[in-house]
C-alpha cells in the first residue's frame, strides 16, 4: 500500500502563488503514474496536472495550462504542484494520488481520476478576488 501525504494550500488573492506538496510512503513506483486533482464545492472532482514518474512526461488540464507546474523529487519521495497566478476559479479541495501502473517507453497520464488507486488527505486552497 502508498501513502500520500499532503501539504501546503491555504488562501491567496488573485494573482498570488501557492505550492503543494506529496509525500509517498509505504510502496512506492518509480514507473506509475501521479498527479493533482481538485473539488470545488458543487463540482465533480477533475484532474488539474498529472506526471508519469519513468519519464516526467506531464499532462496539464486547459485550464491551468501555463499557469501550474507538476513535478517529482524522487530522492524525496515527494511530488509538488506549484502554482501561479491563481484566480477564484482554482478555489477547491486539491487532492494528490498515484496509480498502482508499471509503464514503460514513452507514456503519458490520464486526468481521470478513476484511474488512481491511492489519495492523499486532501487541502484547500482558497482564492480570492
Do not use: H
Not at 488573492?13 to 503514474?33: D, E, F, H, I, K
Not at 484566480?87 to 484511474?115: F, H, Q, R, V
Amino acid at each position: 500500500e502508498m501513502q500520500l501525504e499532503q501539504s501546503g494550500g491555504g488562501s491567496v488573492q488573485t494573482g498570488g502563488s501557492l505550492t503543494l506538496s506529496c509525500v509517498a510512503s509505504g510502496y512506492t513506483n518509480r514507473r506509475n503514474c501521479m498527479g493533482w486533482f481538485r473539488q470545488a464545492p458543487g463540482k465533480e472532482r477533475e484532474g488539474v496536472a498529472v506526471i508519469y514518474s519513468g519519464g516526467r512526461s506531464t499532462t496539464y488540464a486547459d485550464s491551468v495550462k501555463g499557469r501550474f507546474t507538476i513535478s517529482q523529487d524522487n530522492a524525496k519521495n515527494t511530488m509538488y504542484l506549484q502554482m501561479n497566478s491563481l484566480n477564484p476559479e482554482d478555489t477547491g479541495m486539491y487532492y494528490c494520488a498515484a496509480d498502482k501502473g508499471n509503464y514503460w517507453g514513452l507514456y503519458y497520464c490520464g486526468l481521470g481520476s478513476i484511474e488512481y488507486d491511492y489519495w492523499g488527505q486532501g487541502t484547500q486552497v482558497t482564492v480570492s478576488s
